[in-house]
């Protein structure tokens, strides 16, 4: 151990190799078979019924009725019919922007039919677009709606069933807003502006007129509801689930699972923040913006159909006899762009708008992991390339530390001789031995643990280029050069179909593309720089860790497999320049030259 950084070399990556099979492997599939026993679970109605009422008012205010938002998606009825005969059913206005276009529906002026014009399915640029938002009648209904719950003096007010008028313009685009108009036999005028911006965020503007002879009250709701849930679970780095940043709690986070066991969750009421759904990439979220006291909730149903919902209802709002009120809700619907959220955060003061991405604990590294990657894009015009940039401004960053602990392998070379003069002298005392290893090392100024710091400063950066390169949009079909279209996506070739000229399937884990070949090569020829370790279980670990990785990294986004290659060979020549420097001999052609040598045997 004391004579090389072997040893240390592999405790680190024997414990990030267990680290990345049990976060990336174990526990996905642990959490979705709790979840398909979850989904299982039936409530009675009782509990269906606690689950589903609506928060009572503040103190010395009136109560909204029990179910006072809606939960159900209004009547309508789960079709097998395609999306176009589902948009068909119901009058619609058209959205069409920069970055969206779908329509509201008039019935419940839901946002229910929104496609992203930027983003596709594949990396093919002809597959479909992205649809965000579907119809509730289709198994994947996903819509958000705003609506009010009002009382017998109120009449009828808006809500999912609510059929509105288009006053003037029928196309919702960012010069031209929208107006729908709905009249009760209250006196009760609800007059609904929708306007939209080049991006992804719609303002839904309400006005009220109390043309009637009392004062009323009346309360206001959003919702953003879903009927299903990603189809592929998300592994333990990122959220996926119901979300909101609002009064004294702050962040909540609720995963498809843990409320499909809870059943419902209401943190206490705000006067400001945001609540929606979040996968991957894309969010639907709600942001009251009229600083009305609001409760927000996290909900699950399964009456009929299954459904996850986050949701708030505001305080009542009273109008007196010939009177107005308006109340102001955003909806952001599309991408997560990382600009475009921080703007929105900044421009429109949402608070945490920034938290809709899920940076994880260690924000303060994948933050600005992205912002120098993406800096560095805007400079190369490929993210690959800013990859590579990148890699070469972190080893600069550490290279006082790594030259310190290169050079102090050097030295450990030169005193090899010393080393097992010792270790054949003092063969029977271990204790001798070692107390003569560290005399040795202080004499000569060596710090035997030195050698383990270059691969220790690899883990953080490497979880922080994953997180980047799994949860940024930005990341999502960036191409580099060749074969690679996705620096998101594992490299698509495999040694073992030739790398395509053999037309077959193969499974997953002999994927074994070019760049996980060449990290491996890099690996294994990083290693091979040093002696090998004299203790055969050492020795083994030492031989066959290079293609241990190289299977497993195969899985792993490209754009971090190009990172370990490129970042194993500026290592290897920072470490042959360094130890020629030294006069330390470079033990890279010995050790090669060893592997193919015929081995003495035990009588020889």
């Known amino acids: 151990m004391e004579n090389n950084r072997n040893f240390f070399i592999t405790i680190a990556l024997s414990v990030l190799i267990l680290t990345l099979w049990q976060v990336f492997y174990m526990n996905p599939r642990v959490e979705a078979q709790r979840e398909a026993a979850r989904i299982e679970e039936q409530r009675v109605a009782e509990q269906k019924k606690a ?34 005969q589902a948009l068909a059913a119901t009058s619609r206005v058209k959205i069409d922007t920069p970055s969206l276009e779908g329509s509201i529906n008039l019935t419940g002026a839901r946002l229910d039919d929104i496609k992203l014009k930027h983003y596709t399915e594949t990396v093919d640029k002809n597959s479909p677009e992205i649809e965000l938002l579907n119809p509730s009648a289709l198994p994947n209904g996903y819509f958000a709606e705003i609506g009010f719950v009002g009382n017998d003096k109120t009449g009828a007010v808006p809500g999912s069933d609510t059929v509105w008028t288009v006053d003037g313009n029928a196309t919702l685009t960012p010069s031209s807003p929208v107006t729908l108009t709905y009249s009760n036999d209250k006196g009760l005028t609800f007059k609904r502006t929708f306007s939209v911006d080049n991006d992804y965020m719609f303002t839904v503007s309400d006005t009220v007129q109390n043309s009637g002879a009392a004062a009323v009250s009346l309360f206001n709701y959003g919702r953003v509801t879903r009927f299903d849930k990603p189809s592929v679970a998300s592994i333990y780095v990122l959220f996926e689930g119901l979300i909101g940043f609002t009064g004294e709690e702050g962040l909540q986070e609720h995963k498809y699972a843990s409320i499909e066991k809870d059943r419902e969750f209401k943190p206490g009421k705000s006067t400001d923040g945001w609540l929606g759904i979040t996968d991957k990439y894309w969010a639907v979220t709600l942001v009251p913006t009229e600083k009305q006291p609001f409760q927000p909730r996290y909900a699950y149903f399964e009456d009929g159909r299954h459904r996850y ?212 090569v ?54 042959g320049v360094i130890m020629k420097r030294q006069g330390a001999k470079i033990e890279l052609w010995d050790n090669l030259v060893a592997m193919f040598r015929k081995k003495p045997s035990p009588a020889e």
């Open 51 to 84: 689950a589903e009422g609506a928060n009572p008012g503040g103190a010395g205010t009136p109560a909204p009725p029990p179910g006072a938002i809606p939960n159900a998606p209004g009547g309508e009825v789960v079709t097998a019919a395609g999306r176009d």
């Open 309 to 520: 919902q986050s949701d708030f209802l505001t305080d009542p709002i009273n109008i007196d006899a010939g009177q107005s009120a308006t109340v102001e809700t955003e909806v952001f619907a599309g991408a997560k762009e990382v600009g475009k959220i921080n703007a929105y955060a900044e421009d429109r003061h949402i608070k945490r708008f920034d938290l809709l991405i899920d940076w994880g604990w260690f924000h303060f590294i994948t933050k600005p992991m992205f912002w120098l990657i993406d800096t560095l894009y805007k400079f190369f015009g490929n993210f690959g390339l800013a990859i590579l940039a990148t890699t070469v401004i972190v080893k600069a960053l550490f290279f006082p530390l790594a030259n310190k602990s290169y050079a102090s392998m050097a030295n450990m070379k030169k005193v090899q001789p010393k080393m097992l003069e010792i270790r054949e002298k003092y063969a029977d005392d271990k204790m001798k031995q070692q107390q003569a290893m560290m005399e040795l090392y202080k004499t000569e100024k060596i710090n035997p643990i030195a050698g383990c710091w270059p691969v220790a400063l690899q883990i953080p950066v490497f979880f922080a280029l994953y997180k980047v390169l799994y949860i940024t949009i930005e990341m999502r079909h960036a191409p580099f050069f060749g074969w690679i279209q996705d620096l998101a996506a594992p490299d698509p070739t495999s040694i073992f179909n030739l790398f395509g000229l053999i037309p077959i399937t193969l499974p997953h884990m002999l994927m074994i593309g070019v760049w996980p070949l060449v990290m491996g």
């Open 522 to 575: 890099t690996m294994f020829l990083q290693m091979r720089m040093n002696p090998t370790p004299p203790d055969p279980t050492q020795a083994a670990i030492f031989t066959w860790m290079p293609v241990i990785f190289t299977f497993m990294m195969a899985g792993f986004p490209a754009g971090l497999v190009i990172y370990w290659a490129w970042n194993n060979t500026l290592s290897i020549i920072q470490q």
